[in-house]
Nanobody, 124 residues
Framework: VQLQASGGGLVQAGGSLRLSCATS????????VGWFRQAPGKEREFVAA????????YYEDSVKGRFTISRDNAKNMVYLQMNSLEPEDTAVYYC??????????????????WGQGTQVTVSS
């Protein structure tokens, strides 16, 4: 599966952005899709994921209540709606697909397919 992320940009603190991840094939029933981010000098970290079966969603604690991951099966798209953005959310955001078990859904190593990153910058 190939993935392409888009939708990043510059936004003021408190603002919103919606990231999009276009996939080359349907991901429901086939792939978990996750969003990860990497800030300068830091390791890549888990943000959110949607499970391949059942559409269950998972979030890193700092984004719970602010970010929402969703999937549009008809369009082969996965979205990350980001509200109440904070300067600490500044990073390159990546979408990824994998077939790992539930306990690994937040692990970057559980995703074998990655899109290119999209930069999100939140100004204070």
């Amino acid at each position: 599966v190939q993935l392409q992320a888009s939708g990043g940009g510059l936004v003021q603190a408190g603002g919103s952005l919606r990231l999009s991840c276009a996939t080359s094939t349907r991901t429901d029933n086939n792939y978990n899709v996750g969003w990860f981010r990497q800030a300068p000098g830091k390791e890549r970290e888990f943000v959110a994921a949607i499970r391949r079966t059942g559409g269950y969603t998972y979030y890193e604690d700092s984004v719970k209540g602010r970010f929402t991951i969703s999937r549009d099966n008809a369009k082969n798209m996965v979205y990350l709606q980001m509200n109440s953005l904070e300067p600490e959310d500044t990073a390159v955001y990546y979408c990824a697909a994998g077939q790992g078990i539930l306990s690994t859904i937040s692990w970057p190593s559980a995703y074998g397919y990655w899109g290119q990153g999209t930069q999100v910058t939140v100004s204070s």
